[in-house]
Structure formats: structure tokens, C-alpha cells
């Protein structure tokens, strides 16, 4: 059989993104030809060039340019692999009347009420039914795709890169730096439903030592939550490097996270490989990941939230079980050599049918 040639599309999430550059590398050694079309700038981002993969720029858009700049990125393509409902979409609009596999890997969930989550569940069933197989990263998601009319929907959850904890960072300097010296560090990411992380680290302004919240990767929020963080002297600062976020949560007493959207599942495996006492919302599948390894609180409650981070801060012994369990769960999952073979597996089976019509 000639060389498999697959193409990946991505819409740029942080999570998606390092998954991406990981089994991009992995598919090249083993002979596969890969291009990864991303938003320009996120291949560098996340080390695509390093991974022996062809990068081309395709814009996180759907209007006939970009969809025509996809569909010519894809030709020849043995198998598509599209991360993330919106890139399903677009490469299932690029691929329409060729019959080239597609395979979507659904990282996570985005959450909606009234119209748009009319809109949203649509978007799902399209891009569900266009998949040949969905790659569900936990059973809510597998399950939802099912729902959704997908043909096919597996589990295949997507390790952290070992490669994201290379070296021993420095805890003090990086405390040093956010000026969280003497007192707590509580490291967090940017996701949809920040206020009740906000709402409470106003709770927390009461402890002595104050803790400090770092939020990484600002989002499309970030003027709001500078704004409300100067108007209410909340002890938050925000980074926008993503890509040192694994020296913040070496140093962080504990890791937080209040809402939902793929930076969160990402923040809480690494959060749980680094042994980082973990404090949770009940959404994005989190329950299913963490187990008992963190503490889980409901969606959108910030008093319960509080809380919880309260009683950790206050019971050392705890933090150390959680540590301890997160380290232990973490070492189950499975590693980047399983999932590569598992999906190169998905790209035999769906080729091998390929390979028979070419003959």
C-alpha cells in the first residue's frame, strides 16, 4: 500500500491544538504524510513545525474562501481528521462529493441556551452525521454524538505530550514573578462562566494571607475581566502565556476551575500528572476524568466553590491525599504511544476500503 496521507484541521484551541502536534509527530514516524491546517500562527504555538508535518494556513472561518482554501488543502487526502465541531464542519463542507473519510475527534462541549443552543445542537448533528467516525475524548461526549446521529462514535481520550514536562521549573521564580510570594497561588484558565470564579475570589479576600488567582489564556473576555478586577480589587492577575503554564501549576498550592470549555479538561490532567490538588465544576466531562483524585463542585456556584478552596487551603492533609490520588489516576491514561496506534488503527480501517477501489 502507497503512503497514507492525512490531513488534520484544527480551529487553534490550546487543547486540540497540543494533541494535534503530538499525534502529527507520531503519524510522520511511522511514514505517514501529514498537513495540519490551522488559523495562522497556531502551528507555531504549539511546535507543529517540529513535528515533521506540512503547516498550511487556513482561517477559522466558513465563508467560500476559507472552505475553498480547505478543500484544496485536502486534495489527495487518504483521511481528514478534523478536532473540534467547527473544524468537522468546515472539512465536511470542503470534502462534500468526494468521499474522502472523515474522522472527528470531539474534544469538548460547548454549552447554550434558547436559540443559539437550537443553533448549536444543528451544528452537532451535521457534524456528527458527516464524520465516518467520531473520536469522543470521554463517554459524555461519545454518547452525545450518538445522540447526535453519528454513524460511528468511539472513546479515544487524548493524553497530555510528555514532552509539556520536560526539565524541573522554578517554583520560586515563578511565585516571585506574579508576587504571590507568602502567600497561596491558585493557577486557573480561561473559560465560558469565569464570573463565579471571580465572584469567588471575592470571598477570598478575607483570608489571611490573601491567595492569588492566575488565569491563564485571557480569551475573548479579557477587557470585561481587567475591567471588573481593577473596579473590585480582586487579587486575580491574568497571563496570556499559555505556553508556561506548566511552570505555574508546579508552583500553584492548587489548580481551579469554575466553567467550561477545552482549556479546562487540558488544565486538569496536567493539574493531576503534576500532583496539583484539584478544585472542579461538574461539567466538560470532568467527573469521568478526575474520579475521586479532586474536588468536584456544582456548575456556576460560587459560594460552593469558594468554599471548597477554602477547606483545602485550611486542611494540608487533604491536599496531600488528592495529590497523591491525582499522581495515581494519571498514571492510567493512556500514553501518547496508545493513542497514536489507536488512531492510525481508525485510518487503516477506514483506508483499507480505499485502498480496495484504487486497485
Known amino acids: 500500500m502507497s503512503q497514507l496521507r492525512t490531513v488534520q484541521v484544527l480551529d487553534g484551541g490550546a487543547g486540540s491544538s497540543a494533541h494535534v502536534s503530538s499525534l502529527a509527530a507520531g503519524l510522520v514516524a ?3 504524510q501529514v498537513t495540519v491546517c490551522a488559523p495562522a500562527g497556531s502551528g507555531r504555538a504549539h511546535g507543529l513545525p517540529g513535528s515533521g508535518a506540512r503547516f498550511v494556513a487556513v482561517p477559522r472561518r466558513s465563508d467560500p474562501a476559507a472552505v475553498a482554501a480547505l478543500r484544496t488543502a485536502c486534495t489527495g487526502a487518504d483521511i481528514v481528521h478534523a478536532h473540534g465541531l467547527h ?12 468521499g474522502t473519510p472523515l474522522v472527528m475527534t470531539w474534544h469538548t462541549r460547548v454549552h447554550a441556551e434558547g436559540a443559539r443552543g437550537r443553533l448549536l445542537r444543528f451544528l452537532e448533528r451535521r457534524a456528527a452525521r458527516a464524520a465516518a467516525v467520531v473520536l469522543g475524548t470521554s463517554w459524555e461526549l ?43 497561588l491558585l493557577v486557573s484558565v480561561a473559560q465560558h462562566g469565569q464570573d463565579a470564579l471571580l465572584d469567588a475570589a471575592r470571598a477570598w479576600r478575607t483570608l489571611d494571607p490573601v491567595p492569588l488567582l492566575a488565569v491563564v489564556g485571557e480569551g475573548d473576555r479579557a477587557g470585561a475581566l481587567r475591567r ?21 501549576l508546579a508552583a500553584a498550592d492548587l489548580a481551579v476551575l469554575c466553567g467550561h470549555g477545552e482549556g479546562g479538561p487540558l488544565l486538569a490532567r496536567e493539574a493531576l500528572r503534576l500532583g496539583v490538588p484539584l478544585v472542579a465544576a461538574r461539567t466538560d466531562g470532568l467527573p469521568e476524568l478526575v474520579g475521586d483524585a479532586a474536588a468536584l463542585v456544582p456548575y456556576g456556584d460560587a459560594e460552593a466553590l469558594a468554599g471548597a478552596v477554602v477547606g483545602l487551603l485550611d486542611d494540608p492533609a487533604r491536599r496531600e491525599r488528592l495529590a497523591d490520588s491525582g499522581r495515581v489516576r494519571a498514571a492510567g491514561w493512556p500514553t501518547e504511544e496508545d493513542t497514536i496506534a ?9 483506508a483499507q476500503p480505499l485502498a480496495g477501489d484504487r486497485a
Open 30 to 32: 511511522r511514514g505517514v
Open 87 to 98: 473544524a468537522a464542519l468546515r472539512a465536511g463542507i470542503a470534502l462534500s462529493g468526494r
Open 142 to 184: 461519545v454518547d452525545r454524538a450518538r445522540r447526535r446521529g453519528a454513524r460511528d462514535a468511539r472513546l479515544a481520550p487524548a493524553p497530555i505530550p510528555a514532552s509539556r514536562f520536560a526539565g524541573t521549573p522554578d517554583d520560586g521564580k515563578a511565585r516571585a514573578e506574579l508576587g504571590a510570594t507568602g502567600r497561596p
Open 228 to 248: 471588573r478586577i481593577a473596579a473590585e480589587g480582586l487579587p486575580v492577575v491574568l497571563a496570556d502565556d499559555a505556553d508556561g503554564i506548566d511552570d505555574l
Open 342 to 350: 489507536h488512531v492510525l488503527s481508525v485510518y487503516d480501517e477506514l
